[in-house]
């Protein structure tokens, strides 16, 4: 039988030197692998978390403290203006001062404008507007009345009622009257209808009644309008019976269009007089008298008639005359 020979044979101890110290070794060396790939895992761990939290990080709100430094030592930055807002058509506007707001103009009516410009000066009675009443009839006799212009060559008269007579105001208007049958009369006033004669009454001279409608009749609906008529002769100046230097009445007679002043010249300049429901403009202390006249009517006219003399109860004629309306 064939032996094979191997090398020498060692002790048991020898055997495990042997062993042990490649064992001990190899443990050194795990330990250090470990050792290595723990230092490597701590190194990349913190690197990557701090990458990571700087990629999510937002910006952080400003410090109140620090604003506020910044808005006093930094302009502030404009923000854009407001839209600005058109006012509704029915919002009340806000007045603004402005020249043409702080001046009030008053903006006339068109039956302000027409009163204006057809009789400014009128009282009751004024030009443009239809009045409606009744008519009555009266015995006119030789035509005097109220407003003492004397006897009457046309009865073609009324007397107007107590209201729109307004203190002879009334006194020598013409006068279109219209019948509801379509009938028509023009009438000079010349007379007072007292009460219990209503607003827009008017008692016709039995002549100019008989115009419209029978006697019989009584009371007849109408309208009448103020009227400017086209055909005058000129104006008369009367003074009162008892009329000096010391005290005088002045009258008007034949003027085309009723008046709404009568003025005396005096030493310090024209001077109203006051007209009394006897149709008289008076001077109690004679101031004026003898003096110039000056008339205006309704429409704002003015006539200067000169050189009549204080004649009491004398029918002075004149020149002048004023224009139709």
């Not at 055997?15 to 330990?31: E, F, H, Q, S, T």
């Not at 006339?108 to 507007?129: D, F, M, N, V």
């Not at 230097?245 to 007679?253: D, R, V």
Request: hydrophobic share 35%.
């Amino acid at each position: 039988m064939r032996t094979t020979k191997h090398g020498g044979t060692q002790s048991p101890g020898k055997y495990r030197d042997a062993v042990g110290i490649p064992l001990a070794l190899l443990a050194v060396g795990v330990v250090i692998c470990l050792a290595a790939a723990l230092l490597n895992q701590g190194g990349a761990a913190p690197r990557s978390a701090v990458t990571a939290a700087e990629s999510s990080v937002q910006p952080a709100a400003p410090d109140v403290t620090a604003d506020a430094t910044t808005k006093a030592t930094q302009p502030p930055l404009k923000s854009p203006p407001p839209a600005r807002r058109t006012p509704k058509a029915t919002s009340k506007p806000t007045p603004t001062r402005t020249a043409s707001t702080t001046k009030l103009t008053p903006r006339a009516t068109p039956s302000t404008q027409r009163t204006t410009s057809a009789g400014s000066l009128a009282g009751r009675i004024k030009p443009g507007i239809r009045y409606r009443g009744v008519a009555t009839a009266y015995e006119a006799a030789d035509g005097n009345g109220a407003c003492l212009f004397g006897p009457a060559d046309d009865l073609m008269i009324a007397a107007m009622n107590h209201t729109d007579y307004e203190s002879a105001k009334a006194c020598g208007a013409h006068v279109l009257v219209r019948a509801a049958n379509g009938a028509s009369i023009t009438v000079l006033i010349t007379n007072e209808c007292p009460l219990p004669c209503a607003p827009g009454q008017i008692d016709l001279s039995q002549q100019a009644f008989a115009k419209l409608a029978k006697l019989s009749v009584g009371r007849l609906p109408i309208t009448w309008t103020l009227q400017s008529p086209g055909s005058s002769g000129t104006i008369s100046i009367r003074y009162k019976v008892g009329s000096s230097q010391w005290w005088c009445g002045i009258q008007a007679i034949g003027h085309r269009n009723p008046l709404a002043t009568l003025e005396v010249r005096t030493a310090k300049g024209w001077r109203k007089l006051h007209r009394t429901d006897y149709n008289y403009f008076l001077s109690p202390d004679g101031s004026g008298c003898g003096k110039a006249i000056r008339i205006t009517d309704i429409y704002g006219q003015r006539l200067t008639i000169d050189g009549l003399a204080v004649k009491p109860d004398v029918v002075q004629s004149t020149r002048v005359q004023f224009a139709r309306h």
